[in-house]
């Protein structure tokens, strides 16, 4: 079993930055992607980012140029930042690692 912990979430003004952070334990053996999901209020959770253990990289369109995700090995890690925040990025972030594993999420609000 994998527990994730996201941290990092808070209430910013449109235009502002978050750091989200995540961290992985328990059973694991390696990871290939850990990545970021994004549930605004009402909406299916929708990919943000995913980062793969070889250094692929995907983003959503309507973040790219924005967020930037990272990742340390040695830490089991996993890093959203997000900058030009916009109220439409309210929503739940959460923590994904293949398994699929899921953390318990971290709200993030955007006031206009």
């Known amino acids: 079993q994998v527990r994730l912990v996201e941290s990092g979430g808070g209430l910013v003004q449109a235009g502002g930055s978050l750091r989200l952070s995540c961290v992985a334990s328990?059973?694991?053996?390696?990871?290939?992607?850990m990545g970021w999901y994004h549930q605004a209020p009402g909406k299916q959770r929708e990919l943000v980012a995913i980062i793969r253990s070889g250094g692929t990289i995907n983003y959503a369109d309507s973040v790219k140029g924005r967020f930037t995700i990272s990742r340390d090995n040695l830490k089991n890690m996993v890093y959203l930042q997000m900058n030009s925040l916009k109220p439409e990025d309210t929503g739940v972030y959460y923590c994904y690692v293949d398994g699929p594993y899921w953390g318990q999420g971290t709200q993030v609000t955007v006031a206009s």
């Open positions: 328990g059973s694991i053996f390696s990871i290939n992607a």
